[in-house]
């Protein structure tokens, strides 16, 4: 069996770390997982006056999480929240209301900084947001990446060894979270 998982990036910067960060969780993964970007960088700020005629570019977006078995968060901190970008990019794929395509959806949450609290704070408001989501949350292991220069090569490749260890665990233990959550998916 494999899963198609998408990942969304919380940063909307070309040189982001955090999409050098899923460019090296995309190698890592055990073959079951085959992961692919869902863009979040083309989206109008959401307001609930677009329900009615729902944009595109965000159907998309709901059309592609709808389409994976699990999602996976690679973000930033900003101000010790989630980027604006991402909080967008969620609330969309709730609406309009009763047609959330979060609803059941496994997730896990990751993130890079180059600080050493790392995206510690982030992380835990990204995942209190999808509880509210009701997407089981993948709780162990937690992975606060601090970015230094160098830590990840251009093709992705991880050049600290107990680091790409870890986060090849990190992913063994979502593919096993993807497993056991994803028969909750309402649409299968
Ligand atoms: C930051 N940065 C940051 N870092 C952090 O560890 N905690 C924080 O609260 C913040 N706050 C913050 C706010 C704003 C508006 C910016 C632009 C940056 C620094 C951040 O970790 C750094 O810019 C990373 O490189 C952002 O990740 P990407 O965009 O490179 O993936």
């Known amino acids: 069996v494999t899963y198609n998982v998408g990942y969304i990036v919380g940063s909307l910067s070309q040189k982001s770390i955090n999409r050098t960060l899923a460019l090296a969780l995309s190698r890592l993964a055990p073959p079951e997982l085959h992961l692919a970007e869902i863009p979040i960088d083309r989206l109008p700020l959401y307001s609930h006056d677009h329900d009615p005629s729902f ?9 592609a999480i ?12 900003y101000n010790r929240s989630i980027p604006g970008a991402l909080k967008n ?4 794929a709730t609406r309009p209301k009763g047609s959330s395509v979060l609803d059941g959806k496994p997730a896990a ?9 790392s995206t510690a704070v982030a992380q835990h408001h990204l995942k209190s947001i999808l509880t509210f989501t009701n997407s089981p949350v993948l709780g162990q292991p937690e992975a606060y990446i601090q970015f230094t220069p160098g830590l990840i090569d251009d093709r992705g490749d991880i050049q600290v060894p107990s680091t790409a260890e870890f986060l090849a665990g990190y992913m063994r233990a979502f593919a096993a979270h993807i497993r056991r959550h994803h028969h909750d998916i309402p649409e299968l």
């Open 55 to 63: 944009p595109a570019v965000a159907q998309e977006l709901k059309d």
């Open 66 to 77: 709808k389409a994976s078995d699990a999602l996976l968060f690679v973000t930033p901190e």
């Open 89 to 92: 990019a969620i609330d969309w």
């Open 109 to 117: 949450v990751i993130g890079a900084s180059p600080g050493p609290i």
